[in-house]
C-alpha cells in the first residue's frame, strides 16, 4: 500500500548533531506534501482491521487529510491488539503544544500501547514521572504503556506488571533512528508473545544499536546482530 504522488514534493528534513544524543530537526513541508494527503480508503478497513500491529505515529496526527485518516483506521481498529501510538512529538510540526496534547489525548483513547519519552508524556498527558505517567495511561485504558527513560532505561507497565529495563552503556553516534528502532523491535517482541521483560530488553537495546552509529535507516540490525550486541554487552558489565 505504499503509494505514488506524481505531482507532490518530498518534504525535506535537516538535522544537527549538536548534540548527536538529541539532535536538532527542522521540518520543511510545501503545500500539499504527500505525506498530508493520505486518505482512509488509500488501505482496505478489512486490512486495518486484521493487521496485526497498526503503529500511528502522532507526526501523522499534526495535519491535513493523513490525521483524518489515522483517526479513521484508529475507529476501524476498535482498540484491537496491537494498536500503537508512539507519541513522538515534534513542536514544528504543531501550531502548540495544546493543539498536539488534543490529538495525542484523542489518540491514546483508542490504542492499546503507547510509547513516549518523559516530555512526550507531558506533552500528552501533563506527566513527566514515569511511574506516575505511566499510571495515567493506563487509567484511560491502555493495556501497555511504556515510557522512554533515556540513560535510565526504559519502563514497561501493565495493569498486572512492571518491569524496568537499564540502559545499555554506549558512545552515541547519532541518536536519529533510535527510536523507529525501538519500536521496530518492540512490535516484533509482541508478536512473538513474549514476556514483558524480554521485550524491553530487545527494543531497549535496538535503540542503542542505531545511536552507537552514525547512520540511522541504513544502521538497523536484524535479530542475530541485535542478540551478538545485547551478549557483548552483558559480557563487558561482567568483566
Known sequence: YVGVDPQGLTPVVLASLDPPADPAIIFYRGAGAPDTTIVATDVPEQVVR??????????????????????????????????????????TLWADRADARRAAQRAIDACTVVVGNRD????????????????????????????KMGADGVLLATEHERVRVHPLPIDVACGLGAGDAFGGALAYGLLQGWPLDRVGELANAAGAFVASRLMCADAMPDLPSLTSFVLDHRKGSAA
Open 50 to 91: 486484521d493487521c496485526r500491529v497498526l503503529w500511528i505515529s502522532a507526526c501523522a496526527l499534526a495535519v491535513g487529510d493523513t490525521a483524518d485518516a489515522c483517526f479513521t483506521w484508529l475507529d476501524q481498529r476498535g482498540r484491537a491488539a496491537h494498536t500503537i501510538i508512539d507519541l513522538d512529538y515534534r513542536p
Open 120 to 147: 512526550e508524556c507531558e506533552m500528552a498527558i501533563g506527566e513527566t514521572d514515569p511511574e506516575t505517567a505511566a499510571d495515567a495511561l493506563l487509567s484511560r485504558g491502555v493495556r501497555l504503556a511504556i515510557v
